[in-house]
């Protein structure tokens, strides 16, 4: 393109749209008793798509894993309820989070 002296090369960009993720079915596991070990928690996702495992419901940080299952290091010997929340990734796409807990009985 030449205009008053001033010349340009167009380029063609292609843009991808990239659906999101569906959330992932999780559940659960039942609660342990302080100083048993810590369930692997699981999550079931749509085909090749990555799971990250996040401690924040809005998913800030880096996830502290991936894959299912996965099982989160919590000391097993403090009673409490500790919520993770798994998300499927799909090139770069996050779905919305589920939570999954671990509760830990005295």
């Avoid at 609660?31 to 699981?42: D, F, M």
């Avoid at 880096?62 to 799909?90: C, D, L, R």
Wanted: proline content about 8%; some cysteine; aromatic content about 6%.
């Amino acid at each position: 393109v030449t205009a008053a002296s001033c010349s340009a090369t167009s380029a063609v960009i292609t843009v991808q749209q990239v659906a999101q993720p569906t959330a992932l079915v999780a559940q659960s596991p039942a609660a342990i008793c302080a100083g048993e070990a810590i369930p692997a928690l699981t999550a079931t996702g749509t085909g090749t798509n990555i799971i990250q495992w996040y401690t924040t419901p809005d998913l800030t940080g880096t996830p502290v894993g991936t894959g299912s299952p996965f099982t989160p290091a919590i000391n097993n010997q403090a009673a409490g309820t500790f919520t993770f929340y798994a998300v499927q990734s799909n090139n770069g796409c996050l779905s919305p989070a589920t939570p999954v807990t671990v509760t830990i009985n005295t």
